[in-house]
């Protein structure tokens, strides 16, 4: 498990590790209010990066925003498999796990 404090730093370890299966991760849980990089800038420089990489990554979009704008705004984004509402639940991660 590897774990980035902003969107940036994160995006940059996806890049660096492209075609190496074993660092990639299988799921993100991204957070939108990120310092440098918010998750929805993450997913727009995501999306450009996507056909390069080697695996199927799984992205839950993670926040506290209860905001209609910003759930809706999450469902729009095609590589989101959905909006949780923090905090997230040990049941919730556990169902999460199941269905992958």
């Known amino acids: 498990m590897s ?5 940036e730093e994160a995006l940059e370890f ?3 590790n ?6 990639l991760p299988d799921i993100i849980f991204l957070d939108i209010n ?6 929805f800038q993450f997913m727009e420089e995501y999306v450009k990066i ?5 695996k199927k ?8 925003s209860v905001d209609p704008v910003d ?3 999450a ?3 095609s590589d989101i498999s959905d909006y949780i509402i923090k905090p997230i639940k040990a049941g919730q991660l556990q169902e999460i796990m199941n269905n992958l």
């Open 3 to 7: 774990l980035f404090s902003d969107g």
């Open 18 to 23: 492209l075609y190496n299966n074993e660092e």
């Open 34 to 39: 990120m310092p440098i990089m918010d998750g």
């Open 14 to 16: 996806l890049i660096d």
């Open 75 to 77: 469902k729009n984004i």
């Open 57 to 64: 990554i799984t992205i839950y979009m993670v926040s506290s």
């Open 71 to 73: 759930i809706e705004r």
């Open 50 to 54: 996507k056909p390069k990489l080697s």
